[in-house]
Nanobody, 125 residues
Framework: QLKLVESGGGSVQAGGSLRLSCVAS????????MGWFRQGPGNQREGVAVVSRTGRTTYADSVKSRFIISKDDAKNNLYLHMNNLKPEDTARYYCAATMCGGEWAPLVSRSYTYWGQGTQVNVSS
């Protein structure tokens, strides 16, 4: 059973930066799509950034040019570098993974079967 554990959340002021980390219990660089999703107060869970098994990335329009998703395959780690944070980025961020065989990863939560417990990000003005 694949297990995911997130870390790196916290409270920052608008314009600040954070790096979220996700550690997977087994190798995921072959056969898995992975990504970050978030759920803010009163909102539905939404896709933030995902990366396919071939390394192709997809971002939500709201975070393009500010967030970067990356992987360290040797360590089975997934990262989300968040820059120029805005109050609307406040949410609980989740790491997710799913078996996939395509060239691109889906940016929809219903496509993912493995989930971490999440890490809270609070951005104040």
């Amino acid at each position: 059973q694949l297990k995911l554990v997130e870390s790196g959340g916290g409270s920052v002021q608008a314009g600040g930066s954070l790096r979220l980390s996700c550690v997977a219990s087994e190798y995921t660089h072959t056969g898995f799509c992975m990504g970050w999703f978030r759920q803010g107060p009163g909102n539905q869970r939404e896709g933030v950034a995902v990366v396919s098994r071939t390394g192709r990335t997809t971002y939500a329009d709201s975070v393009k040019s500010r967030f970067i998703i990356s992987k360290d395959d040797a360590k089975n780690n997934l990262y989300l570098h968040m820059n120029n944070l805005k109050p609307e980025d406040t949410a609980r961020y989740y790491c997710a993974a799913t078996m996939c065989g395509g060239e691109w990863a889906p940016l929809v939560s219903r496509s993912y079967t493995y989930w971490g417990q999440g890490t809270q990000v609070n951005v104040s003005s």
